[in-house]
């Protein structure tokens, strides 16, 4: 059974700092892409970042390049999201999405991590 469970969310400052986690099971972590997506309170899903299999190739939104880092750990089945100089507009719940094609198209998701940014 496919699993993956985000961690790491909670609630930072402006211009603070989390690390999200996303620890996978149930299939070969190291052979697929991944992608983290976000849906922030009352609006659709948001593609945030990607990256390979191997983690030579990595991605991200434009409003997150500069601030977040995408990365992965293929020995622990983990990937991760350093978010820094955290913005209000980055509240959102924060997904990890297996990728098993590489072109963003997503056939599991976790259960969802929530980050709110405020004051």
């Known amino acids: 059974e496919v699993q993956l469970v985000e961690s790491g969310g909670g609630l930072v400052q402006p211009g603070g700092s989390l690390t999200l986690s996303c620890a996978a099971s149930?299939?070969?972590?190291?052979?697929?892409?991944m992608s983290w997506v976000r849906q922030a309170p009352g609006k659709g899903l948001e593609w945030v970042s990607h990256?390979?299999?191997?983690?030579?190739?990595?991605f991200y939104k434009e409003s997150v390049k500069g601030r977040f880092t995408i990365s992965r750990d293929n020995a622990k089945n983990t990937l991760y999201l350093q978010m820094n100089s955290l913005k209000s507009e980055d509240t959102a719940v924060y997904y990890c999405?297996?990728?098993?094609?590489?072109?963003?198209?997503?056939?599991?998701w976790g259960q969802g991590t929530q980050v709110t940014v405020s004051p």
């Open positions: 999405a297996k990728d098993p094609r590489g072109v963003r198209s997503y056939d599991y």
């Open positions: 149930g299939f070969t972590f190291g052979d697929v892409s």
């Open positions: 990256i390979s299999w191997n983690g030579r190739s990595k």
